[in-house]
């Protein structure tokens, strides 16, 4: 039967701990390369989110201020996606626009 040394258990530990800087360095490497291509999709997401709450806004806030009705359910959506809006760095007009629609008791 073989002997194991102190000398042998360091070279094993050696070599785990330097497998496990390995393995950590190629997981960061990896996970910074996948950042770097999906960094261009996330800012087009970003935007396409911000124009579609936009385009939303806009839309609601024209027909209230000409007079048309909305039901419970669309004025809880519009304040949903006017917080988000909000929430995402939106535009100062649509909150001057809500704000003079309060104002006026129409919103």
């Not at 094993?12 to 910074?32: D, H, Y």
């Not at 087009?44 to 939303?56: G, L």
């Not at 809880?76 to 909150?95: A, L, T, V, W």
């Amino acid at each position: 039967m073989e002997t194991i040394t102190l000398g042998d258990l360091a070279r094993w530990a050696a070599f785990v701990v330097a497998l496990g800087g390995s393995i950590a360095a190629i997981i960061r490497g990896v996970n910074k390369a996948v950042g770097k291509l999906l960094e261009p999709v996330v800012k087009q997401i970003e935007s396409v989110d911000r124009e579609n709450c936009k385009n939303f806004l806009v839309t609601f806030l024209a027909e209230v201020e000409r007079g048309q009705e909305h039901d419970q359910i669309e004025l809880e959506r519009f304040h949903e996606q006017f917080e988000h809006y909000r929430q995402i760095g939106g535009n100062s007009y649509i909150k001057a626009k809500v704000d003079k629609l309060q104002k006026n008791g129409k919103l």
